[in-house]
T-cell receptor, first 114, second 111 residues
Framework: EPEVTQTPSHQVTQMGQEVILRCVPISNHLYFYWYRQILGQKVEFLVSFYNNEISEKSEIFDDQFSVERPDGSNFTLKIRSTKLEDSAMYFC????????????FGPGTRLTVT | AQSVTQLDSQVPVFEEAPVELRCNYSSSVSVYLFWYVQYPNQGLQLLLKYLSGSTLVKGINGFEAEFNKSQTSFHLRKPSVHISDTAEYFCAVSDGGKLIFGQGTELSVKP
């Protein structure tokens, strides 16, 4: 069964450093998403991406964040200068279409900023 | 903007007992609702979804949920739980494509 994969599973970085989280969505999916879950809190939407551009982004997704689909398979989330409060589990998801279609989630990347 | 409230943060239950996990959503003209499960150290897996039609929705692993428009609720139920159902359960609503999640309910099944 096809699945969304994410690397690395755990990333530790120092405050102020840049990190890139990687995702490989399911191959025939067209919509891609990033969510995050701070420990003990709810899963929050960050950004959606379709046709090589951002469809929607939340208030959390400020200028420190960017997304890219550098080739036909990868989907990346970059945090330019990490802060302590960026420590969270980051989930990538993909879907065939928007709205009614199931979003398939990856296992997540746990980001720890020290 | 849509919102989702899960009324119970933790639900302990004994094996083979029935369980109900409660979820309320903010009212909207049309609403698409989902329940996801997160097992320890894993991603989110879809249990079931309501898009339209029958208000009783059946999902995987014996779970079902009932959409109640007048109560703005979408409670998840299982008549008899197993130890393996121990996990975090998230109710979510689709808002223009993105998912808005509730706070999650930790289901703990004890022998």
């Amino acid at each position: 069964e096809p699945e969304v994969t994410q690397t690395p599973s755990h990333q530790v970085t120092q405050m102020g450093q840049e990190v890139i989280l990687r995702c490989v969505p399911i191959s025939n999916h067209l919509y891609f998403y990033w969510y995050r879950q701070i420990l003990g809190q709810k899963v929050e939407f960050l950004v959606s991406f379709y046709n090589n551009e951002i469809s929607e982004k939340s208030e959390i997704f400020d200028d420190q964040f960017s997304v890219e689909r550098p080739d036909g398979s990868n989907f990346t989330l970059k945090i330019r200068s990490t802060k302590l409060e960026d420590s969270a589990m980051y989930f990538c998801a993909s879907s065939e279409s928007s709205g009614l279609y199931e979003q398939y989630f990856g296992p997540g990347t746990r980001l720890t900023v020290t | 903007a849509q919102s989702v409230t899960q009324l119970d943060s933790q639900v302990p239950v004994f094996e083979e007992a029935p369980v109900e996990l409660r979820c309320n959503y903010s009212s909207s003209v049309s609403v698409y609702l989902f329940w996801y499960v997160q097992y320890p150290n894993q991603g989110l897996q879809l249990l079931l979804k309501y898009l339209s039609g029958s208000t009783l929705v059946k999902g995987i692993n014996g779970f079902e949920a009932e959409f109640n428009k007048s109560q703005t609720s979408f409670h998840l139920r299982k008549p008899s739980v197993h130890i393996s159902d121990t996990a975090e359960y998230f109710c979510a609503v689709s808002d223009g494509g993105k998912l808005i999640f509730g706070q999650g309910t930790e289901l703990s099944v004890k022998p």
